[in-house]
C-alpha cells in the first residue's frame, strides 16, 4: 500500500469545511468576508485556517494588513480543494439524475469550430442511443475552459492545451488543424471583388476575439507584418450568434473557420473573401484530466467524440 508523502499525511483529516474555507479565503482575500460567506464567525474561520496550516505543516496564507495572500502552497491546495469540491458536487447532481430517471450527465466544453460541427454530431450519436443522459455544453476559447477542466467543472474538452500550468495532469488527442478565413455577409463591398489585400481588410470593421485570445494575437500579427496599422472600428466577443447577427447586418468582418458558418455561405447569405489571411490555429483535440476516471456517461461521449471526429476529419485529408 502507498503511504502519503511525508510531511502531508495531515491532509487526509481535512474535512469539506476546511476546503470550502480555503476557496472562500481565495475568493474574498479577506477572513472576514471568507467567514461571512462560509456562514461562520471571523474567530471559527481564523481556527480552521490555522489547523490546516499546523495539520499540513507549512502557511498557506500570507496575512497584511489589507487581508490575505495566499502563498505558493496556498495556491497548490486550493486548485486541489476547488477540484475536490466539484467533484462532491458533481456526484450529488449525478446521483439526483440517476434517482429521477436520467442516466448521469457529462459537462463538455468546446471552442467554436468544433462546437458547430463535431460536437453537436456527436451528442446526437449519443442521445439516439442513451437518450436519458444529461449533457451540458459550453462554449468558449481554450484557456476558460482547461481552466475549468481541472478545476473539475468540465469532463471533456474539444480545445487546445495553452497553458504550461496544469499541462502534465492533461491527456491530449489531436483532432484537426483550424484555419481562418475572413467572414463576410453577401452583399459586403468587399464581396464582389475578385481580388482583396490586408490593406483592405484594415479599412473596415472588425468583430474580434477578446484580448488575451490566441487568435486576437494571431490577428494583431498579421496586421503589424503588413505593416498596417491595428483595426481601430471593433467589436469585441466570443459569442458565436453574436458574431453571426453582426455579420449579417453590417460592413463588419471577422476570421472564422468556414465550417462554423457552413449553413449560411452554404445558402449564400455569407462569404469567404478571397484572401489568404494567414491565420491557422494550432491543432484541437480531446483534452481530459490524467488519471481521472470518467463516469459512464461521459466515456460514452468520448467514444462518441472519438468516432464522429474520425468520420468528420480523416475525410478531409
Known amino acids: ?7 502531508w499525511f495531515g491532509a487526509t483529516r481535512l474535512k469539506t469545511r476546511h476546503l470550502l474555507l480555503l476557496v472562500h479565503l481565495y475568493e474574498q482575500r479577506s477572513v472576514l468576508r471568507a467567514a461571512e460567506a462560509a456562514n461562520m464567525t471571523q474567530p471559527a474561520a481564523s481556527k480552521l485556517l490555522a489547523e ?15 487581508g490575505v495572500e495566499p502563498t505558493g502552497y496556498g495556491q497548490v491546495l486550493i486548485r486541489r480543494a476547488r477540484a475536490a469540491l ?25 471552442v467554436v469550430n468544433p462546437g458547430t460541427t463535431l460536437v453537436p454530431q456527436a451528442i446526437a ?25 481541472l478545476d473539475g467543472q468540465l469532463d471533456i474538452v474539444v480545445g487546445r492545451i495553452m497553458e504550461a500550468e496544469g499541462a502534465a495532469e492533461l491527456d491530449f488527442e489531436p483532432l484537426a488543424d483550424e484555419p481562418h478565413a475572413t467572414i463576410v ?8 471583388r475578385d481580388k482583396v489585400s490586408h490593406a483592405d481588410l484594415a479599412e473596415h470593421g472588425w468583430i474580434m476575439p477578446p484580448q488575451g485570445s490566441v487568435l486576437r494575437s494571431k490577428l494583431d500579427a498579421v496586421f503589424l507584418e503588413h505593416g498596417l496599422p491595428l483595426p ?17 447586418n453590417s460592413d463588419m468582418l471577422s476570421a472564422l473557420p468556414a465550417e462554423s ?29 490524467r488519471d481521472q476516471p470518467l463516469s459512464p456517461g461521459a466515456e460514452r461521449v468520448l467514444q462518441a467524440l472519438r468516432t464522429t471526429a474520425h468520420r468528420i476529419y480523416s475525410s478531409k485529408e
Open 185 to 192: 455577409r453577401a452583399d459586403h463591398p468587399l464581396a464582389r
Open 232 to 248: 481601430q472600428n471593433i467589436v469585441e466577443t466570443a459569442s458565436l450568434p453574436v458574431i453571426i447577427h453582426l455579420l449579417r
Open 261 to 289: 458558418v457552413a449553413p449560411y455561405l452554404q445558402t449564400g447569405q455569407m462569404r469567404v473573401l478571397p484572401i489568404e489571411l494567414g491565420v491557422r490555429m494550432e491543432y484541437f483535440g480531446l483534452i481530459r484530466r
Open 1 to 7: 500500500m502507498v503511504q502519503p508523502t511525508t510531511g
Open 86 to 110: 466539484s467533484e462532491i458536487g458533481r456526484a450529488h447532481d449525478e446521483i439526483a439524475a440517476l434517482r429521477s430517471g436520467l442516466i448521469g450527465q457529462v459537462s463538455i466544453g468546446t
Open 52 to 66: 490546516m496550516e499546523n495539520q499540513l505543516g507549512v502557511p498557506l496564507f500570507e496575512r497584511h494588513a489589507r
Open 125 to 149: 450519436e449519443v442521445k439516439r442511443e442513451f437518450p436519458g443522459i444529461l449533457i451540458k455544453v459550453e462554449m468558449d476559447y481554450s484557456r476558460p475552459l482547461v481552466a475549468k477542466l
